[in-house]
Nanobody
Framework: QVQLVESGGGLVQAGGSLRLSCAAS????????MGWYRQAPGKERELVAS???????NYADSVKGRFTISRDNAKNTVYLQMNSLKPEDTAVYYC???????WGQGTQVTVSS
């Protein structure tokens, strides 16, 4: 049983930055593709960014150039650095372990105009 704890969400002004963290139990981050998804009110959950165990990354077009996903295998943690935040980035952000199909509890990000 893997546990994922997301943190770093909050309320920021448009143009501001946040860094989300996803701390996982065990050593799963080093051997599984990891991802960040988000779900805004009235919308379906969507992929924001993912990173493979080899370090390759992919991003949704809407966040390219603004968000960066990274991992620290020693800390068993995945990060999402979010810069130049926009009101449309407002959502609950979820961490995912692909190999297990596991999800974190989510962390709220709210960007005010």
């Amino acid at each position: 049983q893997v546990q994922l704890v997301e943190s770093g969400g909050g309320l920021v002004q448009a143009g501001g930055s946040l860094r989300l963290s996803c701390a996982a139990s065990g050593s799963i981050v080093s051997i599984s593709r990891m991802g960040w998804y988000r779900q805004a009110p009235g919308k379906e959950r969507e992929l924001v960014a993912s990173i493979s165990n080899s370090g390759s990354t992919n991003y949704a077009d809407s966040v390219k150039g603004r968000f960066t996903i990274s991992r620290d295998n020693a800390k068993n943690t995945v990060y999402l650095q979010m810069n130049s935040l926009k009101p449309e980035d407002t959502a609950v952000y979820y961490c995912k372990v692909y190999v297990l199909g596991s999800w974190g509890q989510g962390t709220q990000v709210t960007v005010s105009s």
